[in-house]
């Protein structure tokens, strides 16, 4: 017999670097006293960060949406930006801060990222740029965006919170768009406890950025513009170091993770699974969404979400409901159908997914759902017979 967990089995878990680690770093802190404002810990991360990602144009910030928020002002975007519904809340939430109206429109229905003609139908002439999604690090159709964004002469930002780590062909991710905010929070598979990247091609915006951080300040004495305090601290810089060091092991565990539950998943009736990512894409495993197909698999995607936390599997629902349907963004425009958006946010489910993860903990939750299809649906068990069950 299968038995729930003894301890819950969260959606993620956090990467912490070996204890002794982290003590000599505080060390260093102890000594210099120096706790904020660009201390030298946050330049050498900057530093670490600039060569990873062979950019010099890298800024830090204490958390993803206030990178955003402060990207698009440094930037000067107004009017209309065309993004999507299928997010989390931040990415819509900078919009708003900035009086910038948001455009939803669908996305398409293999990796759930926008789709580039519902982009090119929504332009008017009050768009100034597109704010497109990595969602769970799935890259964008890039080319698309590039070419949409050429032609009408828009700003392409890419909220690419969940896709640190990543290259395409080899190149780092944060070399694609106008722009590239990462997130850095706890939650993601690389952190600096809470934190945020910008990686921009214009050379020009690091100063802005630097003086928006950090209350418009030049010197003592002067202030150029009207900023805000968004700057990352010396303890979170130097868990990001930290975490950094042991990148390449997190993502071939999540890599690991990944493998056993595609193999084990595709068993399941009702469970779909995104497609294979194209070869040149060295994907960082930062999510495990899976659709669930309520007629094939027996029960529906609330249903099992809330079935396995009987079994202490705490999945997520990343992400219902669509931005456009939370009250605070219902007068917003939508433009033409989110038939997609829709169906796969009242389909989707995270699974959990963390390096620490064991391999036989994952084989235990394909178990359960295979097992749970099989009550709900009352049909045969199919593919391997769980051998506890
Ligand atoms: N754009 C996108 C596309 C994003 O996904 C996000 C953030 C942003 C922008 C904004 O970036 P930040 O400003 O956050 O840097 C989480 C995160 O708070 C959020 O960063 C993330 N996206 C979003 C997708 O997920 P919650 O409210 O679901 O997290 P929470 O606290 O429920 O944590 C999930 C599970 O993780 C818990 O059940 C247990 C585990 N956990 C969590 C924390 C915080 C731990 O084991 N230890 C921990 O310290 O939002």
């Known amino acids: 017999m299968i038995k729930p967990f003894e301890k819950p089995i969260y959606v993620t878990k956090p990467y912490l670097?070996?204890?002794?680690?982290?003590?000599?770093?505080?060390?260093?802190?102890?000594?210099?006293?120096?706790?904020?404002?660009?201390?030298?810990?946050?330049?050498?991360?900057?530093?670490?960060?600039?060569?990873?990602?062979?950019?010099?144009?890298?800024?830090?910030?204490?958390?993803?949406?206030?990178?955003?928020?402060?990207?698009?002002?440094?930037?000067?975007?107004?009017?209309?930006?065309?993004?999507?519904?299928?997010?989390?809340?931040?990415?819509?939430?900078?919009?708003?801060?900035?009086?910038?109206?948001?455009?939803?429109?669908?996305?398409?229905?293999?990796?759930?990222?926008?789709?580039?003609?519902?982009?090119?139908?929504?332009?008017?002439?009050?768009?100034?740029?597109?704010?497109?999604?990595?969602?769970?690090?799935?890259?964008?159709?890039?080319?698309?965006?590039?070419?949409?964004?050429?032609?009408?002469?828009?700003?392409?930002?890419?909220?690419?919170?969940?896709?640190?780590?990543?290259?395409?062909?080899?190149?780092?991710?944060?070399?694609?768009?106008?722009?590239?905010?990462?997130?850095?929070?706890?939650?993601?598979?690389?952190?600096?406890?809470?934190?945020?990247?910008?990686?921009?091609q214009e050379a020009g915006l690091k100063g802005l950025f630097d003086y928006l951080k950090n209350f418009g300040f030049k010197n003592e004495v002067e202030v150029v513009m009207p900023g805000t305090n968004a700057k990352m601290n010396e303890l979170q810089a130097l868990m990001g170091i930290q975490v950094l060091k042991h990148l390449e092991e997190i993502i071939r565990k999540?890599?690991?993770?990944?493998?056993?539950?595609?193999?084990?998943?595709?068993?399941?009736?009702?469970?779909?699974?995104?497609?294979?990512?194209?070869?040149?894409?060295?994907?960082?495993?930062?999510?495990?969404p899976i659709e669930v197909d309520r007629k094939e698999f027996g029960m529906s995607r609330d249903g099992l979400y809330e079935k396995l936390k009987e079994w202490n599997i705490h999945t997520r629902r990343y992400f219902y409901p669509l931005i456009c349907d939370y009250p605070c963004y219902r007068s917003i425009s939508v433009n033409g159908s989110l038939a997609v958006a829709r169906r796969v946010a009242d389909r989707i489910l995270t699974l959990p997914i963390y390096d620490s993860l064991e391999l036989s903990d994952v084989e235990t939750i394909c178990e359960i759902l295979q097992f749970l299809h099989h009550k709900t649906s009352g049909k045969p068990m199919v593919g391997t017979e769980p051998a506890r069950l």
């Open 254 to 288: 999540r890599a690991r993770i990944t493998e056993v539950y595609r193999k084990r998943l595709t068993e399941i009736p009702g469970i779909h699974l995104v497609p294979a990512l194209s070869p040149d894409i060295q994907y960082n495993y930062a999510y495990m």
């Open 17 to 200: 670097p070996p204890l002794k680690e982290f003590y000599q770093g505080l060390e260093e802190i102890w000594e210099t006293r120096w706790l904020t404002n660009n201390g030298p810990i946050l330049q050498r991360f900057t530093q670490d960060l600039s060569t990873l990602l062979d950019t010099d144009n890298v800024c830090l910030f204490n958390n993803g949406t206030l990178a955003l928020q402060i990207a698009l002002q440094g930037m000067g975007i107004s009017g209309e930006v065309i993004t999507t519904p299928y997010t989390f809340v931040a990415t819509t939430h900078s919009l708003f801060w900035n009086k910038i109206r948001p455009i939803f429109v669908d996305i398409e229905p293999d990796f759930y990222t926008i789709d580039p003609e519902k982009v090119e139908a929504a332009i008017t002439p009050w768009t100034t740029a597109i704010l497109a999604v990595h969602v769970y690090g799935h890259p964008c159709q890039l080319d698309a965006l590039a070419e949409i964004a050429r032609r009408h002469k828009l700003r392409l930002i890419y909220d690419a919170a969940h896709a640190f780590g990543m290259k395409i062909g080899n190149k780092p991710i944060a070399h694609f768009g106008d722009l590239s905010m990462f997130s850095f929070h706890s939650t993601k598979l690389f952190h600096s406890i809470e934190g945020g990247m910008l990686t921009f």
